[in-house]
């Protein structure tokens, strides 16, 4: 059955081990969010010695607890206050940013009697989430006075504002660091971000940050907001297969009055003659066009709608045929896409 993404466990296995010797002593975080909590990729985080689990939505983390997967796992996205039980029952932890969040979760905590450790993010410019570090004393300071079990604080970049991490923002977070333990306050985690603070701790370390959360380059060795893919991991984690349901030569312009394409966008195409045209049953539903790289020479993805992609294989040197299926890398929208969908089919690969 197709659309079917390919997992190679084996490899992210790789990954994971190789990102634990550039990074060592900081601790990984594994970050299950891009793979929708998927509880086999979990478990090679663990059974590689991943202490800490993080995802954004509870729903995965559910998966992954019904899996029987005991790491210690934070909800790396602030619980929703409508979500603070679930939060509670099944995540050990979270990064929050606001006093309301935490006071909810230090009270669930106390009724469910259940230990939960709380991360605050700080603010230092990327503007997504976090406190900023003027505000960060009384916050702490209130914080505590809700009974919150506080274990550390983390800073998040590069994912609103395209902000790059630096030793500089390092720095800062430490200044935060500094401050709060001044108030008699021991962090055990000092959270550094994600993928793209990875380059900063390729050459030295920063004393002080000891965890980084990692997920896009344990699971496809892509750097997106460094944009690089990163030469020591392996990209050939995923692979997803779609099947040929039409193949025609077609021109390449598309004829009678043009209007809008399904998306509301308005098309461009090039003029090229007639060429070689595949439609795979796969779509917008399953993957992002702009985030799937083909695995075989001369095929160029044109694009298509929710459950239709048009390739052109003009200049491949394969012969096609109704029926066969063909392979593609996922860059991450696509990889978080396919794995969070029940319409494509999951194949675990052990081994190489
Ligand atoms: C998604 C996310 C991460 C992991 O990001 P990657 O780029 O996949 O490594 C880390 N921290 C937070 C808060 C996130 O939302």
Redesign the pocket.
């Known amino acids: 059955m197709f659309p079917r993404i390919n997992i190679f466990l084996d490899r992210i296995s790789s990954n994971i081990r190789k990102l634990q010797e550039v990074l060592s002593p900081v601790e990984i975080m594994g970050?299950t969010?891009?793979v929708c909590g998927d509880p086999y990729i979990a478990r090679e985080m663990v059974n590689n010695g991943i202490r800490y689990l993080?995802d954004?939505r509870i729903q995965n983390i559910k998966r992954m607890r019904a899996k029987g997967i005991d790491a210690r796992i934070f909800q790396?996205?602030s619980p929703q206050l409508s979500e603070i039980r679930e939060t509670v029952k099944y995540a050990d932890g979270a990064?929050v940013s606001e006093l309301k969040i935490v006071k909810a979760l230090s009270e669930k905590s106390r009724e469910i009697g259940k230990k939960f450790a709380i991360i605050v993010m700080v603010e230092l410019g990327d503007l997504r989430e976090g406190v900023l570090p003027r505000d960060m004393p009384v916050f702490i300071k209130e914080a505590i006075g809700y009974g919150a079990n506080i274990v550390g604080i983390g800073t998040?970049l590069g994912?609103f504002g395209g902000v790059i991490p630096t030793r500089e923002k390092m720095e800062n977070l430490l200044g935060v660091r500094d401050k709060i333990e001044s108030m008699g306050i021991k962090l055990e985690i000092v959270s550094g971000g994600?993928?793209?603070t990875i380059s900063l701790f390729e050459n030295g370390k920063i004393q002080g940050i000891n965890q980084l959360?990692?997920?896009?380059?344990i699971l496809i060795g892509h750097d997106t907001t460094g944009n690089r893919k990163i030469d020591y991991l392996r990209q050939d984690t995923f692979t997803i297969e779609a099947e040929i349901i039409e193949l025609k030569e077609k021109p390449s312009m598309p004829y009678g009055i043009i209007g809008r394409d399904a998306f509301g966008n308005i098309p461009h195409h090039v003029d090229r003659g007639i060429r070689k045209r595949a439609i795979l049953a796969l779509g917008r539903q399953d993957i992002d066009f702009e985030y799937l790289i083909p695995l075989e020479k001369g095929v160029e993805i044109l694009g298509g709608s929710s459950d239709h992609m048009v390739v052109d294989v003009t200049d491949s040197k394969n012969v096609y045929e109704i029926g066969d299926v063909m392979s593609f890398y996922p860059l991450y929208p696509s990889l978080l896409k396919s794995m969070c969908s029940s319409h494509v089919k999951k194949r675990y690969v052990k081994g190489s």
Do not use: H, L, Q, W
């Not at 959360?213 to 380059?217: C, H, S």
């Open positions: 970050v969010k891009g993080g954004s790396i996205r990064f998040n994912c994600a993928t793209d959360r990692i997920g896009e380059a």
